[in-house]
């Protein structure tokens, strides 16, 4: 699998998009790109996933450059709940392991 | 449906203690695994299975053992208890295998400490 790259930490005003960058540089072409959470403690909650082309749900957008070398999660209107840490991950369509990183812990401020 | 569901939330053991986590998953799922997350760090990946009857190793399995009787239950068994193990584990399944193309489900994770 892919390893992945992600800022440790990021700030976001309340309101405002939040911008998650990862970058996975050495991405196959059959590895598809996961976007997962985890707030506080909890189970980590899938959010997007994506190939291609760009992706979009009702909780996120999912945005992967032509060469598939990085990829951007956007919370277009980032709430207080959203605070979480946010893990970026890369799998082979044919296994099925996630293999987590350390994830980008982002803190959405009032 | 529940989803997945783990037992205990919380448990203590002494070094040397044996005991199973348990795992279930009413969604019919073929794939399930657990993972470790120690304090501060990403999950880990312990041990997976695709179907009743088949298990395989993950990152770190050495300590825990897995069996997979049934398609809903996946317990992970401690052998010998060691402070090492100390962490919070999570239970996780998937719909499909073999495509890529899916989400996992995640427990609420059981929390165990070693003394």
């Known amino acids: 699998d892919a390893k992945t790259t992600q800022p440790t930490s990021m700030d976001c005003a309340e309101g405002r998009a939040a911008n998650l960058p990862c970058n996975h540089s050495t991405i196959s072409g059959n590895e598809y790109v996961y976007w997962y959470r985890q707030i506080h403690s909890q189970g980590p909650q899938y959010i997007i996933h994506g190939l291609k082309n760009n992706e979009t749900n009702e909780m996120a957008s999912l945005i992967i450059t032509e060469d598939r070398k990085s990829s951007t999660l956007i919370l277009p209107h980032a709430t207080l709940r959203d605070t979480a840490v946010y893990y970026c991950i890369v799998r082979a369509y044919n296994t099925d392991k996630l293999i987590f990183g350390t994830g980008t812990r982002l803190q959405v401020f009032p | 449906n529940a989803g997945v569901t783990q037992t205990p939330k919380f448990q203590v053991l002494k070094t040397g203690q044996s005991m199973t986590l348990q795992c279930a998953q009413d969604m019919n799922h073929e794939y399930m695994s657990w993972y470790r997350q120690d304090p501060g760090m990403g999950l880990r990946l312990i041990h997976y299975s695709v179907g009743a009857g088949i298990t395989d190793q993950g990152e770190v399995p050495n300590g825990y053992n897995v069996s997979r009787s049934t398609t809903e239950d996946f317990p992970l068994r401690l052998l010998s208890a060691a402070p090492s193990q100390t962490s919070v584990y999570f239970c996780?399944?998937?719909?499909?295998?073999?495509?890529?193309?899916?989400?996992?489900?995640f427990g609420p994770g059981t929390r165990l400490t070693v003394t």
């Open positions: 996780a399944s998937i719909p499909l295998s073999g495509t890529g193309d899916y989400e996992q489900y």
